[in-house]
């Protein structure tokens, strides 16, 4: 069982260009949540993907959006990138969480994004 | 609005002692709490996990208590290893929501 699997491992932008990062989700996970976590912080909650649509976001602008496919792997897109968007950028995987019960996440490496 | 906070940044240790990493929340709709470990170049680890229906749960050197009255929970390591030496992050969710709250993380160095 690989785990949750993120690409690249390092990226490097300048501001105003655009980014695509990746996920795949460990083996038998349906639902992918997407983090950023800047230098000396604790991981901030983007959004989450289920069933190929978005099911929760949190306080992020539109510039952030995402995508998840029927394999549930998926992307997080970054738009006119900022000097601020600089972070590790953390995928986690679970599966599909009802209301009666908590599912834990498990965490891909991260994605280290450099804007310049 | 940051409802997870971890006021220590950083704990020394001895090898072979407790390490106590402290947490406290302001949202009272969180039933459930965990906390992770991360090593460098790596993604947070689940480590261990407490519902609010209960103020203790151990596993094995590790041992989470939840005091809910006074939005606090901690986290004990005995005897704690250098192996241990890790930034441990305490999340909270609530039931039905699908995301984590984080702290800022607590950096433990556990000496030989």
């Known amino acids: 069982d690989a785990g949750v699997t993120q690409s690249p491992t390092h990226l490097i932008k300048t501001r105003g260009q655009q980014v695509t990062l990746r996920c795949s989700p460990k083996?038998?996970?349906?639902?992918v949540s997407w983090y950023q976590q800047a230098l000396g912080q604790g991981p901030q909650f983007i959004f989450q993907?289920?069933?190929?649509?978005?099911?929760q976001r949190g306080n992020f602008p539109d510039r952030f959006s995402g995508h998840q496919f029927p394999n549930y792997s998926s992307e997080l897109n970054v738009n006119a990138l900022l000097l601020g968007d600089s972070a590790l950028y953390l995928c986690?995987?679970?599966?599909?969480?009802?209301?009666?019960?908590?599912?834990?996440?498990?965490f891909g490496p991260g994605t280290r994004l450099t804007v310049l | 609005d940051q409802q997870v906070k971890q006021n220590s940044p950083s704990l020394s240790v001895q090898e072979g002692r407790i390490s106590i990493l402290n947490c406290d929340y302001t949202?009272?709709?969180?039933?459930?709490f965990l906390w992770y470990k991360k090593y460098p170049a790596e993604g947070p680890t689940f480590l261990i996990s407490?519902?609010?229906?209960?103020d203790k749960n151990e596993d094995g050197r590790f041992t989470v208590f939840l005091n809910k009255s006074a939005k606090h929970l901690s986290l004990h390591i005995v005897p704690s290893q250098p192996g241990d030496s890790a930034v441990y992050f305490c999340?909270?969710?609530?039931?039905?929501?699908?995301?984590?709250?984080f702290g800022a993380g607590t950096r433990l160095t556990v000496k030989p």
């Open positions: 949202n009272s709709m969180f039933d459930y």
């Open positions: 083996s038998g996970h349906d639902t």
């Open positions: 999340a909270a969710s609530a039931l039905g929501l699908n995301d984590m709250r």
């Open positions: 993907y289920y069933e190929e649509e978005e099911r």
């Open positions: 407490i519902s609010s229906i209960k």
């Open positions: 986690a995987s679970s599966l599909s969480q009802d209301r009666s019960s908590y599912n834990e996440q498990f």
